[in-house]
Structure formats: C-alpha cells, structure tokens
C-alpha cells in the first residue's frame, strides 16, 4: 500500500516468523507432555509459560549475538524490537492456554482442548505455508503445495504425539 498502512496480509506476513515458530513450539510441548498429559490446569501453565521462557531466551540470545556481531550496544529500542518481534510467538500460546483454562473449569473435556490446540496450530501452518506458496507463484498449486507442505509438518507432530504414546 502506497499510503504507509498495512492490510491484514501483510500483517500476517511480518508475523509468519513468531506462528511458525509458535505452532510448532506448542505442538512440541504438548507431544513432550507424554501419553497421560497433565492436569488441564498445569498444562495450561506449562505450555505458556514454556513458550514465553523460550521466546524470551530466543529474543535475548538474538540481541547479545547482534551485538557482539555488530559492536553495537543494546539499547531501549532494541529490547522494544526484540519484545515486538516476539508477541506473534507468544499469541499462538493464548488460545491453546485457554483452552486447556477451559478444559480446567470443565466447560470442555481435556481431549478436546488438546485436539482444538493441534488443530489450531496445524490450520495456522497451513495457513501460511498456502499464503508463502501465493506470494511468491501466485498460483493455486504452488499455494495448496504450501499449505499441504507446512499443514503437513504440524499434522505429523499432532500424529506423532498419538503414535508414541
């Protein structure tokens, strides 16, 4: 957009990195949880507390190594980019985190919200494994490949997860 705004595609975009990386953070964590998974109420903790330690300790390895990188010191702006650059990460976390808060006040069972979580994370990495195949063929087959590819990526962590135990 000429203007400076940014439409909700690009918004996704410049977030791919973090729900990438935050789908497959909470599909991996509920896989470690093993085959009888905790109370709904400490798993709810652990996984966002997992996925905010772990987001946190990415961000403040990326700004010591840049700065070592670029003799640059660390300042207020670069914490506060570093902090930006984290949030889609940690939003992915949210719904399975309330989710299983839910399953906790038993509005739903602990399967479910375990299922909604998968299928939460898997629909986002096909989401933008379909939208990465569009922008850079904009065809439809390349799309599909994406999102079959990147759908299929989380599918086989939630399949795994099934499998082992």
Avoid at 100 to 118: K, N, P, T, V
Avoid at 138 to 157: I, Q
Wanted: proline letters at 4%.
């Amino acid at each position: 957009m000429s203007d400076g705004t940014v439409d909700g595609w690009q918004r996704l975009d410049k977030a791919a990195f973090g729900i990438i990386y935050g789908a497959i953070m909470v599909l991996s964590i509920l896989l470690a949880q093993g085959g009888h998974p905790a109370p709904p109420l400490e798993t709810a903790v652990v996984l966002f507390g997992s996925v905010l330690a772990i987001t946190l300790a990415k961000a403040f390895a990326e700004l010591l190594s840049h700065a070592l990188d670029t003799r640059e010191r660390m300042s207020r702006g670069s914490w506060h980019a570093a902090w930006h650059h984290s949030t889609p990460t940690l939003a992915v976390a949210n719904a399975p985190t309330v989710l299983f808060l839910a399953a906790w006040q038993e509005w739903i069972g602990i399967d479910a919200a375990l299922l909604l979580s998968q299928v939460l994370c898997v629909t986002l990495l096909a989401l933008l494994g379909g939208r990465a195949g569009w922008v850079l063929d904009r065809r439809l087959v390349p799309a599909l490949l994406g999102a079959v590819f990147a759908g299929g990526v989380g599918l086989l962590l939630a399949i795994v997860k099934h499998v082992i135990h």
